[in-house]
């Protein structure tokens, strides 16, 4: 049993990302689950004796550390898309980048049938900028086939000193031809949590869950009441939309945030003593004000647990299109000077139980954008956690994630926002704050 592992993480396989780990000392990897066989052993002498083929006939001499490291890598990435190797190198970038400043392009990404898979560029980064999309399958990188490289090797040849150029080659649904996308590397300072009191509405934006973004939730609760008088507050709006995730404890802290009591989300891993459950303190910041959540195809893993967590206590109503549907948690296990593993160990269940692995949040009302003329017709969707090889399956029910992820830059275009608006604001009153059990609005 892996009793050492250090923090979980439910965010997205990362890319410009990151993830971070609380405890450095490295993991006794050495006690088993459960005591090999002898088939296991022969299993082992076989890769010994593959490994030996290698060094010895190969064309030309590879090295042996990166023979061990393409093994480990492959035994894990073969698991499932979450899983994987972290170079020591990778570790510690890793480690620097939960902490919301790094160098890179934004965004955050995943692997899809050997290509890199956009699940969301993040905001104001120069990815953002350039129009890089959720749901983008990068295939070239300055002219390099990225098909045979894994998910590390791609992004160690997006990062590169800060003001240099990269050109990226992506597939868009929808899109006949590959598109060349011109990016300038830049530090990349993430500021988690953004808001603005939008008149009597308190809007505020989680781009993604790293150490800074519980922190920042309370302070954008506490300047959005300070600016607005409590008798003219209507309420707030949480935009989880295209957030991939990211620290299991922001999720459960942000939750946290809105509710008075009850249980905000479980893990459960493949033994039973593993069970965690974690529940919600006496203290909603909010004071009880309506809130309604946004999501769409890009909100994956951390951000479905704060959606899930409101939406089974009724204390949110969850408004957009179907979530990505990744429902399983990813720890950092330290192997010193090695680097580290990121191994999929559990899977975790809403409040009411109900595991969203490959099937998604289903929002209480469903609203697509309304898309600008030169994007009619094109599908702009993710096809979610499903949609990715080697998924964990859903335990039950029939699977199917993902969903429209366009997001308008112009808040005035914000079809999704402005029913948001509407509905805090009374003018839309006939389906508005609907319980989680009863039909959900289609528009």
Do not use: C
């Not at 090999?36 to 593959?50: I, M, P, R, S």
Request: proline letters at 4%; zero cysteines.
């Amino acid at each position: 049993m892996m009793r050492n592992a250090s923090l979980m993480l439910v965010g997205m396989a990362m890319g410009a990302a990151a993830v971070f780990t609380l405890n450095n000392a490295p993991v006794n990897l050495t006690e088993p689950a459960h005591a090999a066989t002898a088939e296991t052993y022969n299993q082992l002498n076989l890769f010994g004796d593959v490994f030996e083929r290698v060094r010895s006939d190969y064309v030309e001499e590879p090295k042996d550390s990166e023979l061990i490291e393409a093994a480990i890598n492959g035994m894990l990435t073969d698991l499932d898309p979450h899983s994987s190797y972290l170079s020591a190198k990778s570790f510690r970038d890793m480690q620097v980048q939960t902490k919301g400043e790094f160098g890179g392009l934004g965004i955050e990404v995943t692997m899809e049938d050997g290509l890199v898979k956009v699940v969301a560029p993040i905001d104001d980064t120069p990815a953002y900028k350039a129009g890089v999309q959720a749901g983008d399958l990068i295939t070239q990188l300055d002219g390099e086939q990225v098909m045979g490289l894994t998910l590390n090797q791609a992004v160690e040849k997006m990062r590169g000193p800060v003001k240099t150029d990269i050109e990226i080659t992506v597939r868009r649904e929808g899109v006949n031809e590959p598109l060349k996308i011109k990016i300038t590397r830049d530090i990349i300072k993430i500021r988690s949590v953004r808001w603005e009191p939008m008149e009597d509405v308190g809007y505020i934006r989680i781009t993604q869950f790293n150490e800074q973004t519980q922190v920042g939730i309370e302070k954008a609760i506490k300047e959005i009441s300070g600016k607005v008088p409590s008798d003219k507050l209507k309420g707030y709006i949480i935009d989880l939309r295209n957030n991939p995730g990211g620290l299991l404890d922001q999720a459960i802290a942000v939750s946290d945030d809105f509710l008075n009591r009850g249980e905000i989300v479980s893990t459960r891993g493949r033994h039973a003593e593993e069970t965690q459950r974690y529940n919600a303190r006496n203290g909603d910041l909010t004071k009880g004000l309506p809130v309604i959540v946004m999501v769409n195809g890009g909100s994956a893993s951390a951000s479905e647990i704060v959606a899930g967590a409101l939406q089974d206590h009724r204390r949110a109503t969850i408004l957009g299109t179907r979530s990505f549907g990744k429902g399983s948690v990813q720890t950092i296990i330290p192997l010193g000077a090695n680097g580290a593993i990121r191994l999929t160990t559990a899977r975790y269940y809403t409040p009411s139980g109900n595991s969203i692995q490959a099937k998604g949040i289903h929002p209480d009302i469903v609203v697509k954008q309304e898309l600008p003329d030169e994007l009619k017709g094109k599908l702009l969707e993710t096809k979610g956690e499903a949609g990715l090889r080697g998924h964990l399956q859903a335990e039950e029910g029939e699977e199917g994630s993902g969903s429209q992820a366009y997001v308008p830059r112009e808040k005035e275009k914000d079809t999704q926002l402005n029913m948001a608006l509407d509905l805090l604001r009374g003018n839309k009153t006939d389906d508005a704050f609907p319980p989680v059990s009863d039909q959900r609005v289609e528009k």
